[in-house]
Structures are given as C-alpha cells and as structure tokens.
C-alpha cells in the first residue's frame, strides 16, 4: 500500500514558521522513491489545488512566484520524506497543505496524494 503522510501543520501567529513533513511508505517508494519528483500544493476553499513548490530526486526545485524567499522545500531521500519549511506566514498561507509523489514512465503518470494538514495563520 502507498502512502504519503503530512504532518506539521497547525495554527500559527503572522510573521511565524511551521514545517511540514511528507513521509512517503510503502512497495513503491521504498524502492523507486528517488524516482518522484515530490510537491507540496495548497488549497483555498473552493478553490483548485495550486503548486507550492516541488523538487527533484537531484535537490532541483522549484517555486510558486509568492512563496520565492519565504518557503524551502527538501527531501531526505534516506528516509523517503519531503519537508517544506514556510517563513513568514501570512495569513493569506492559511490553507490545506497537500504532499504529491509524481513519476512518468513511459506513457504511464503515476500520482499520488497524501491526506492534507490544515495550515492556519491567525492571531
């Protein structure tokens, strides 16, 4: 069974910091987990998922215009985990954080969607 597990998120002051951490388990990734790029999306209510940032099993990443300087995403690929580490927050950031595992293959896209953690940024 795959999984991708978030973790971290919670209720946070403006100007504060949270880390989310994705930890990605099962057959699949315990051997082909350098093969994903892994992101991190946000959801607004009633809103589309939007990309955050992802990154490449080779550390290339990536970033959403108004998270450029603010967030950092990682990944450990010793421990199958992604992370992203948001500075800043505004309570704009207030939102559903999502961990996503893609790879193609050929023809093939496999895609994959962790649970989400509630990120809240409020006084």
């Known amino acids: 069974q795959v999984q991708l597990v978030e973790s971290g998120g919670g209720l946070v002051q403006p100007g504060g910091s949270l880390r989310l951490s994705c930890a990605a388990s099962g057959s699949i990734f315990s051997t082909f987990f350098t093969n994903y790029v892994m992101a991190w999306y946000r959801q607004f209510p009633g809103k589309q998922r939007e990309l955050v940032a992802s990154?490449?099993?080779?550390?290339?990443?990536n970033y959403a215009d108004s998270m450029k300087g603010r967030f950092t995403i990682s990944r450990d690929n010793a421990k199958n985990t992604v992370y992203l580490q948001m500075n800043s927050l505004e309570p704009e950031d207030t939102a559903v954080y999502y961990c996503n595992a893609r790879r193609v293959v050929l023809a093939s896209v496999n895609n994959y969607w962790g649970q989400g953690t509630q990120v809240t940024v409020s006084s």
């Open positions: 990154i490449t099993s080779g550390g290339s990443t």
